[in-house]
């Protein structure tokens, strides 16, 4: 597939000074899978030198199965693909994929308390009413809370500094944050910090693009097929009255829905079990969500 440039409305490089670059996975652009069943070999031996069985030395490194973005639950030993509003997608118990049933089961709405939301409800609707936003003094949403313990000391002439020391960089480069571009591949450790603690301008690097811009050439059709019956779905919901014809009329449509999306061939060099790291036809994943709030631009 030939190079593809996007146009995109958030970065002016003409206004960009400085390129900064993450090392490992963006400068150093290493042999995949080779290199992450390297890892997992000499992982499996760090584990045995400090007493793990030698049982463990038979696993192999499997390419199909992980994908970026999975949160792994240490509590029950879980590892989930969610949306990009954090609703649970697929899940899997080691290599066993887990039913939607078991998913409801494992993370139900425990810690939203729904006891007195009757009794409220009917308190509310006797009070007198008063807008919301009169209630509150202060409002935010969607507020990316602020790291806390992250310190900077005074800078020491002819100091070695490890870990990274932002401040100083932009004061030996003689330049504010957002004549930066920092590129990399790491949405935490690269994009977020220097975000939000010097407000460079990002770009992420994600190698799965190319990828799935790949599929999307081949699969185009069955795609806006699914993107068309999808619209439709939401208009019917929009409209329904509750009426038992309405009612037929949406579940073939979902039946539909899932009929066509079967039918789209991932390639299993290209895509892992748990699917697209972006979403799929009808939710973006929590990765595609990070991506979209934090990086300013992202390319493969």
Not at 30 to 55: D, W
Not at 102 to 117: A, C, G, N, T, V
Not at 124 to 131: E, G, H, Q, Y
């Amino acid at each position: 597939m030939p190079a593809w440039i996007f146009v995109n409305r958030s970065l002016a490089l003409g206004k960009i000074h400085c390129f900064g670059f993450d090392m490992d996975y963006t400068l150093a652009a290493y042999k995949s899978p080779a290199y992450e069943a390297l890892t997992f070999e000499l992982l499996l031996e760090r584990l045995v030198c400090i007493g793990y069985p030698h049982e463990i030395l038979r696993y192999t490194y499997d390419p199909t199965f992980p994908t970026r973005g999975l949160v792994f639950d240490e509590l029950y030993g879980n590892l989930l693909k969610a949306d990009a509003h954090r609703k649970g997608l697929l899940g899997a118990h080691g290599f066993t994929f887990l039913l939607e049933a078991e998913i409801w089961s494992f993370y139900p709405s425990k810690f939203i308390q729904r006891d007195d939301l009757q009794r409220f409800l009917q308190y509310s609707a006797k009070a007198s009413a008063r807008p919301w936003r009169q209630v509150n003094t202060v409002m935010a949403c969607d507020s990316g809370k602020l790291r806390v313990g992250t310190y900077t000391g005074p800078h020491q002439h002819r100091a070695v500094y490890s870990g990274g020391l932002s401040d100083m960089v932009c004061e030996l480069l003689g330049v504010q944050g957002k004549d930066i571009l920092y590129i990399g591949d790491h949405i935490f450790g690269d994009i977020l910090k220097s975000k939000k603690q010097q407000g460079w301008r990002t770009c992420l690097v994600v190698p799965e693009l190319s990828w799935e811009l790949d599929i999307w050439a081949q699969e185009k059709e069955r795609l806006e097929e699914l993107k068309r019956l999808d619209t439709h779905l939401a208009d019917l919901y929009q409209h329904m009255d509750g009426s038992s014809c309405e009612l037929q009329v949406i579940n073939f449509t979902k039946r539909e829905i899932q009929v066509r999306a079967a039918r789209v061939h991932f390639p299993t060099a290209c895509l892992s079990l748990l699917h697209s790291c972006l979403g799929d036809a009808q939710n973006s994943s929590t990765f595609t969500g990070f991506n979209r709030w934090l990086a300013t631009i992202f390319l493969s």
